[in-house]
């Protein structure tokens, strides 16, 4: 008798369940998965719930502590993200800033992000400690309504400390322009002026690489790279204004590699980010058009087996929607179990709280590896059903399974 879709799934929850490993108050099983790779790439399944911000939390102080990671990037505002790694490193006291800096798509802040700044100020801060963490931020706007005159004008600003003459003449450039160069606004443009805003930025973009050495001479290395990346994240919005909202993982692709050479040789990078940015494999869509590839798949061919991705799964639980990109009233929400047949359920189902699962160490064949080979149904956000189709062995290294989530918590609340 032929197998079965249910008999398949049951070989899947034998297996998981000999294989899993126990994760959460021992962290210890993250040695094996990550090895010695450059990049660990831990995905959240949704972006409101405390027990992936607080686990986020203690997988990177350990990958710090035990592992030699000196920097996390997260899926935040590049811009916002240096005001973390000013605090963190000690060059700023605005924890509010810095708190906010790490998750810059809602006005709210959370605890959660708060005790991350907090953990590496004190590590900086420490006598023992021969290297500081730096905190990165790989979005090119990081938030709902971007706005590009707020990554032009910091690049304008920088100018004037260097080449004033030339900063009054870009600024002359882009003051008709800017109006137009926002989420609302581009839409409406004519043709004719979109094509003068995108020569613009490109244009701005190179006066910094023409004038690298003269102007990072006269003020710093790092005031000079600061300015610089905003103009790079303006020609990044304007690219993804132009693909119809496409850009974004191409652009945090871009943000990562430019990470990695700064953190140089040496460095070990901790990216944090939604499981949809971070899968080495997406489905494709039917129509070219709406090809969206994910930030990990642009950037594995360069890193190849220095990135390890480990997605998180959840069952159930309860969360609030503190984005608002859903219209819900942010009151407490119950976050039904997943369907049975999502790779969530079938989790759910090896009989485990928490577990960290290698998906490395699948059978080379056989009804277990081909399950995961195949698209799977994985949960994405919550509180709405929404399924990703995945295919988990081709898209993720490893799977953090927790059981229940619950909201993340506001700070000062």
């Known amino acids: 008798m032929a197998a079965t879709a249910a008999d398949d799934a049951e070989r899947v929850v034998a297996w998981s369940a000999q294989h899993a ?68 490193t000690g060059k700023s006291k605005d924890l509010d800033a810095a708190t906010h800096g790490v998750f810059s798509w809602t006005a709210a802040s959370f605890e959660e992000n708060r005790a991350l700044v907090e953990w590496m100020r004190a590590y900086n801060a420490r006598p023992t400690t021969s290297r500081k963490v730096h905190f990165y931020g790989l979005e090119m706007s990081g938030t709902t309504r971007p706005d590009g005159r707020l990554l032009v004008q910091p690049a304008i600003d920088y100018m004037r400390t260097v080449d004033a003459k030339r900063a009054q003449a870009v600024e002359s450039r882009f003051s ?64 993804h204004s132009r693909m119809k909202g496409q850009g ?24 944090f980010a939604h499981n949809s940015h971070v899968a080495k494999w997406r489905m494709l869509p039917a129509d070219d058009a709406e090809l969206h590839s994910t930030m990990a798949e642009f950037v594995q061919p360069l890193l190849g087996n220095d990135l390890v991705v480990i997605a998180s799964l959840y069952h159930r639980g309860e969360t609030r929607d503190w984005l608002g990109m859903f219209g819900f009233d942010n009151q407490l929400r119950a976050v039904p ?54 295919k988990p062995a081709a898209a993720f290294d490893a799977l953090l399974y927790i059981d229940a989530i619950s909201p993340l918590h506001l700070t000062g609340k």
């Open 21 to 88: 490993v126990p994760f959460g108050d021992d962290l210890t099983p993250l040695k094996a998965v990550v090895g010695d790779a450059r990049v660990l790439a831990f995905g959240e399944g949704t972006h409101n719930a405390s027990e992936l911000w607080t686990l986020r939390n203690r997988m990177f102080a350990y990958a710090v502590e035990q592992l030699g990671f000196t920097a996390i990037a997260a899926e935040t505002s590049l811009s916002e993200g240096w005001m973390t790694d000013d605090y963190v």
């Open 176 to 239: 008709p322009l800017l109006p137009a160069f926002n989420v609302t606004q581009w839409p409406k443009t004519e043709p004719s002026t979109q094509d003068q805003l995108v020569i613009a930025v490109q244009e701005l973009v190179s006066l910094f690489e023409r004038y690298q050495v003269l102007w990072a001479a006269k003020s710093s290395l790092d005031a000079y790279q600061r300015a610089y990346r905003h103009a790079v994240a303006a020609r990044q919005l304007v690219a």
């Open 248 to 271: 974004r993982d191409i652009a945090a692709a871009e943000n990562l590699r430019w990470v990695l050479e700064r953190e140089g040789p040496k460095g070990r990078l901790f990216v």
């Open 337 to 390: 179990p997943s369907k049975p047949e999502s790779l969530n359920g079938v989790m759910s189902r090896v009989g485990k709280p928490s577990f960290l699962l290698d998906l490395r160490t699948l059978p080379n064949a056989g009804p277990v590896r081909d399950w995961f080979a195949q698209p799977r149904p994985v949960r994405n956000i919550n509180v709405r059903e929404e399924y990703n189709q995945i």
